[in-house]
Nanobody, 116 residues
Framework: VQLQASGGGLVQAGGSLTLSCAASGTIFKINYMGWYREAPGKQRELVAGISSGGRIDYGDSVKGRFTISRDNGKDTVYLQMNILKPEDTGIYYC???????????WGKGTLVTVSS
């Protein structure tokens, strides 16, 4: 399974970005897709995750600002990020799993930089 993430970049605080991640090379159903981020000096953390059944979970720091969605037919997940803050800066990784929730597969990551 290959996960190709795109949409990262440099944005000013208060701005918006949309990330997307497409899964390819699958011969089985992808149940879970999610976004994680790794900020400088910090551990990788959940940003948002979504199951094929519609369960959604967000990290506490992004609730109310970020929205995750997916296109099951295309095995693609999106992350709409609004009201970005400098502390949102980091490498954003896409993850997927055949199970309802998990991180069996990882993408290479896309860098998001929020300037103050």
């Amino acid at each position: 399974v290959q996960l190709q993430a795109s949409g990262g970049g440099l944005v000013q605080a208060g701005g918006s970005l949309t990330l997307s991640c497409a899964a390819s090379g699958t011969i089985f159903k992808i149940n879970y897709m999610g976004w994680y981020r790794e900020a400088p000096g910090k551990q990788r953390e959940l940003v948002a995750g979504i199951s094929s059944g519609g369960r959604i979970d967000y990290g506490d720091s992004v609730k109310g600002r970020f929205t995750i969605s997916r296109d099951n037919g295309k095995d693609t997940v999106y992350l709409q990020m609004n009201i970005l803050k400098p502390e949102d800066t980091g490498i954003y990784y896409c993850a997927a799993d055949r199970a309802a929730w998990g991180t069996e597969y990882w993408g290479k990551g896309t860098l998001v930089t929020v300037s103050s």
